[in-house]
């Protein structure tokens, strides 16, 4: 089952001019957000994306951004599943 973060917000972007095809952000992302379109990385489902920050911080060619924690998927899922205010306890004071 794959869970979706909430539909339409994802403060993912991508400047497809930039990307090398290097495909470290496939490399990295947990979610499968992106995939390669033949030498480019192209968006798959926005909605899925968690916005851990790891595609942006590893795309060499700085056409990967993304607001690291905003509105953090994983803290709604803990609070959800356990019935508690949202926290992902990720231990950064700029999170949730
Ligand atoms: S921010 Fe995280 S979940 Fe979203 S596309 Fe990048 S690596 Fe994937
Ligand atoms: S990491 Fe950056 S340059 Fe490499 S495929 Fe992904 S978006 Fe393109």
Redesign the pocket.
């Known amino acids: 089952m794959s869970m979706k973060y909430l539909r339409g917000v994802s403060t ?1 972007r991508l400047d497809a001019d930039k990307c090398t095809g290097c495909g470290m ?1 496939l490399n ?4 499968a ?2 995939r390669l379109e033949g030498r480019k990385a192209a968006v798959n489902d926005a909605d899925l ?8 911080e590893n795309c060499p060619a700085g056409a ?1 951004t ?1 607001k690291k924690g905003v509105g953090c998927a994983q803290a709604v899922r803990i609070g959800f599943l356990t019935g508690t205010e949202p926290q992902c306890g990720c231990g950064d004071d700029s999170c949730c």
């Open positions: 993912l952000c990295v992302c947990p979610h957000v992106i994306c968690m916005e851990c920050g790891a595609c942006a990967l993304v």
